[in-house]
């Protein structure tokens, strides 16, 4: 079982829709968490960081469920320049300072 | 300011041959890490250093793989004898050094192995 599990999609959504991708993780003793875009053929950049108490900005809600090992990312009125891929990335744990990455999921908003 | 610069962006390597990938972080940044990403993957850990101090490499898959940061800025990733599956894109990330702190990516090298 990977450390990091995400469903690779693609989720192919209207633009205004509302989508959720989880990502659940197998170490209990991570310690923080974040949500990164990837556009094709381009590095990652940090979308949010996810706090326990959940967080948003803008139209981005992040959640953490620290009982069940998931994160959630949340996106409200999608628009077109939303298409890319969302990786979900944990670190720490256990004295490791390693970031773990899952494979990402794929959102194409479509008009 | 500067990025996190890689060169080459792209590189062609007939197999068995030696290449070596170069990653210039953001100035100041004391964390630097290596990843290997695969078409339709996330990034894959290789190595990380903090400074000049190479703290973790259990992600390098063998022992072609060898990565430097000798005076804790410019990093080198080397492989040796090039292999077919090497082929991918190999990022670098620098960061402050803080678990909780954003890790700041390079546009990465593509390396094909022919």
């Known amino acids: 079982r990977k450390e990091v599990e995400q469903d690779p999609g693609p989720f192919n959504v209207p633009e205004g829709a509302t989508v959720a991708f989880n990502c659940t993780y197998s170490n209990s003793a991570s310690q923080s968490f974040f949500w990164y875009r990837q556009d094709c053929r381009k590095e990652p950049k940090l979308l949010m960081s996810?706090?326990?108490s959940g967080n948003e900005d803008g139209r981005f809600t992040a959640q953490l469920n620290r009982a069940s090992q998931y994160i959630s990312l949340l996106i409200r009125d999608s628009k077109l320049s939303d298409s890319a891929t969302y990786l979900c990335v944990v670190n720490g744990g256990g004295g490791s300072y390693i970031p773990t990455f899952g494979r990402g999921t794929s959102l194409i908003v479509h008009p | 300011g500067a990025g996190v610069s890689q060169s080459p962006r792209y590189k062609v390597a007939k197999r068995g041959q030696d290449v070596a990938l170069r990653c210039d972080p953001i100035?100041?940044?004391?964390?630097l890490f290596w990843y290997q990403q695969a078409l339709g993957q996330g990034p894959e850990f290789l190595t990380y250093f903090q400074n000049e101090a190479q703290l973790d490499k259990s992600g390098l898959p063998s022992d072609r793989f060898f990565a430097e940061r000798p005076e804790g800025s410019v990093s080198t990733l080397k492989i040796q004898r090039t292999q077919q599956e090497d082929s991918a894109v190999y990022l670098c990330a620098s960061s402050t050094g803080n678990l909780y702190n954003e890790q700041f990516f390079g546009p990465g090298t593509r390396l094909t192995v022919l």
């Open positions: 996810v706090y326990s």
């Open positions: 100035s100041g940044h004391v964390s």
